[in-house]
């Protein structure tokens, strides 16, 4: 079935450090990509998305490329905030599924 | 920002009650979901609701039913909670076009059974 392996945490991080969060995952078909995140005490948001092959989605100085060649949507970042703290997660949508199939969530921190 | 609510935030209750997690969206999405967040993170699909009259359950087994009366509202109901009932429980809200339609999350309600 389809799933999404993303890399396991915590991540702790000292303000200004390069972040990459791994997500890859399995599928049949083609998949929409996502990234959400979970601040504390909140639902999830929306973070960025792509919809194809080669895609890359940006927000908020993240940047994740929908690379199917090695079925991967890794979450980048080249200089992270303490505010940029919360639990991301990777999510999938199979192509003609309503349904959103989450990874386990990565914990980030960033201390001062 | 989305509009979309969950009350209460924090529920406190013991075995045996029955409760109703409410949730309601001011953006006329029909399509709605819960989602029930265990305390490892990871989020399991319970019920969704492609509009109104529509329930489904999701991926993961769930005790609890939905009902979707009108188009804003998806309440969850426990009929006889249990201290396994102990989650945080988030509902989505999704536009009914496209293939790449975002969802977008209430705060949540964490549940707590003793």
């Known amino acids: 079935g389809d799933s999404v392996t993303q890399m396991e945490g915590p991540v702790t991080l000292s303000e200004e450090a390069f972040l990459t969060i791994n997500c890859t995952y399995t599928a049949t078909g083609y998949p929409s990509l996502f990234w959400y995140v979970q601040y504390p005490g909140e639902g999830l948001q929306l973070l960025l998305k792509?919809?194809?092959?080669?895609d890359k989605g940006s927000n908020k100085g993240f940047e994740a490329t929908y690379r199917k060649e090695t079925t991967s949507f890794h979450l980048e970042k080249g200089s992270v905030q303490v505010s940029d703290s919360a639990v991301y997660f990777c999510?999938?949508?199979?192509?003609?599924?309503?349904?959103?199939?989450f990874g386990k969530g990565t914990k980030l921190t960033v201390n001062p | 920002e989305a509009d979309i609510y969950q009350t209460p935030r924090y529920l406190v209750i013991g075995t045996g009650k029955k409760i109703t997690l409410e949730c309601s969206q001011t953006?006329?999405?029909?399509?709605m979901y819960w989602y029930q967040q265990d305390p490892g993170m990871e989020l399991h699909l319970i019920h969704y609701?492609?509009?109104?009259?529509?329930?489904e359950k999701g991926d993961l087994s769930s005790e609890s039913t939905v009902s979707r009366i009108r188009t804003e509202h998806f309440p969850l109901t426990l009929e006889s909670a249990r201290p396994s009932h102990t989650s945080q429980y988030l509902c989505?809200?999704?536009?009914?076009?496209?293939?790449?339609?975002?969802?977008?999350f209430g705060p949540g309600t964490r549940l707590t059974v003793l």
């Open positions: 792509a919809t194809k092959a080669d």
């Open positions: 999510a999938l949508r199979p192509g003609g599924s309503e349904k959103l199939v």
């Open positions: 609701s492609y509009g109104v009259n529509s329930t």
């Open positions: 989505a809200s999704s536009e009914n076009r496209g293939i790449d339609n975002e969802q977008f």
């Open positions: 953006m006329g999405h029909d399509k």
